[in-house]
């Protein structure tokens, strides 16, 4: 499975602020997906990154609360702006496998909006 | 659309006991299943999958068998240990080209000594 590196993996944001968290694998993927997990919650896809072009976005999430960027088959970000306490969440990049349709996670930016 | 049921928890279990967690759902096509840990303070590891009909999926000591007609994908474990404490998630795709994943809402598992 790939490796899969989340930074940072943990902060403390002042509300109004925004964060990017980046997410860089270690072999060139075709998908890259952004997941959230709110506190004792489960996980919902926010948005597939998309190389060289817009993300796709589930439903309730919107670019410009989660924008997203995708330059090349191995990183990508996910901006969360304007912060407020309600986006205190665990924050996951994931990426399809070699095996096609297993997706694989990274650790997670655990982020608390204070 | 997908969806995913799991059983509730908190699942409280002394070591050596026998576990299961059970997970059905609801999908179109032929989906792919999955089962997701997320040990205290980590992210999600991939436990163990199953891609069609009567596959078994398996992983330290834990297996889940794909029953397409009941609709199901139940996590077993004959010994748990204290390790194995943690939250676990029940997930589908629907294969093909979609690899958005659908999860269960989880299941805290807490092994005792």
């Known amino acids: 499975s790939a490796v899969i590196s989340q930074k940072p993996s943990r902060d403390i944001c002042q509300r109004g602020t925004s964060l990017t968290i980046q997410c860089q694998v270690d072999?060139?993927?075709?998908?890259m997906f952004w997941y959230r997990q709110q506190p004792g919650q489960s996980l919902t896809l926010i948005a597939t990154a998309n190389q060289g072009s817009e993300a796709t976005y589930e439903s309730g999430f919107v670019i410009d609360k989660f924008p997203i960027s995708r330059p090349n088959l191995t990183f990508s970000t996910l901006t969360v702006s304007n912060m407020s306490p309600e986006d205190s969440s665990i924050y996951l990049c994931s990426v399809q496998g070699a095996q096609g349709n297993t997706i694989y996670f990274g650790e997670g930016s655990w982020l608390t909006v204070v | 659309g997908n969806s995913v049921t799991q059983m509730e928890g908190p699942v409280t279990l002394s070591e050596e006991a026998f576990l299961t967690i059970n997970c059905t759902y609801t999908?179109?096509?032929?989906?792919?299943l999955f089962w997701y840990v997320q040990y205290p303070g980590e992210g999600l590891q991939l436990l163990l999958k199953?891609?069609?009909?009567?596959d078994k999926g398996s992983n330290k000591g834990f297996e889940a068998t794909y029953r397409k007609e009941t609709t199901s994908f139940h996590l077993e474990k004959g010994s748990v240990q204290v390790s194995d404490s943690a939250v676990y998630f029940c997930a589908l795709n629907s294969g093909g080209s979609n690899y958005k994943l659908t999860f269960g809402k989880g299941t805290l598992l807490t092994v005792n000594p």
């Open positions: 199953a891609t069609k009909a009567d």
């Open positions: 999908a179109t096509g032929y989906p792919s």
């Open positions: 072999s060139q993927v075709t998908m």
